[in-house]
């Protein structure tokens, strides 16, 4: 004998209509009878709740992330140390796939890779590279304008130099973020945060990463003012303005 018919429900997407049905089969006075509901507002609901829970555990991450290396970059001896701390912290964490830190040189307003942390040689040539050319990194703007600065899709910035870009699409990093290392309108360097997630860097996570830079910039500066007070010698500079336009000549 044939197997009895039973009850049945399934929800399944229709590429189609773009539509969640939910099919509902039972049996009436011996036939099958096929119900058919919409539940794609059901669907869409549910996911808009599970990625609004995934970024809030997201942001609870970073948020106790970057507190730890707030700590560890305070009780920092100088700043080889502020950098290896911020590099190894971020770039070890799921959270982030590449970061690096540049140390911007007084003399010329070039930056350097000071640390790096990450599975992404090509991107660090590739940064690397583009460091010592007129070429505006993300880096370099924040630099330059003291503010950081966002990269939503890395692949269609055109701003971006294309090895770089290549370079980013091949490890699947999708945005970047660059967070000036400054204190007290000084900028000590940059921090390049790379990401691979679709949904890039939120402004939640963007403020805790400004915090993270700011008392980077607070560390480095407090160590270079100790290290003048402790020098064994000291340089006087002396200045000479013979221009009877400037006021206060």
């Known amino acids: 004998a044939a197997d009895a018919a039973v009850e049945r429900s399934v929800e399944e997407y229709y590429p189609a209509v773009d539509r969640w049905l939910a099919a509902e089969t039972t049996v009436v006075d011996g036939d099958t009878v096929l119900y058919l509901r919409d539940v794609t507002e059901r669907h869409d609901d549910r996911q808009t709740v599970e990625r609004l829970q995934q970024r809030l555990s997201r ?57 790096s942390a990450g599975e992404a040689p090509d991107v660090l040539a590739a940064i690397d590279a583009q460091l010592g050319s007129k070429t505006a990194l993300p880096g370099q703007r924040a ?72 008392v980077a910039g607070f560390a480095v500066t407090a160590i270079r003012q100790a290290d003048l007070l402790f020098a064994d010698t000291v340089t006087e500079l002396c200045l000479a303005v013979h221009n009877d336009s400037v006021p206060f000549v």
């Open 59 to 115: 942001l609870e991450s970073i948020d106790t992330l970057v507190a730890t290396v707030l700590q560890q970059v305070v009780d920092a001896s100088d700043r080889e140390e502020v950098w290896e701390t911020v590099v190894r912290r971020l770039g070890t964490a799921e959270l982030y796939e590449f970061v690096w830190v540049g140390e911007r040189d007084p003399a010329d307003d070039r930056l350097r890779v000071a640390a």
């Open 143 to 214: 630099v330059e304008t003291g503010a950081t600065c966002v990269v939503e899709t890395i692949p269609d910035d055109d701003a971006i130099p294309r090895n770089l870009r290549v370079a980013a699409f091949s490890r699947g990093l999708q945005s970047a973020v660059a967070v000036p290392i400054a204190s007290g309108g000084t900028v000590s360097g940059v921090l390049g945060v790379y990401v691979g997630r679709e949904d890039g860097v939120s402004p939640q996570e963007q403020a805790s990463l400004d915090a993270l830079g700011a």
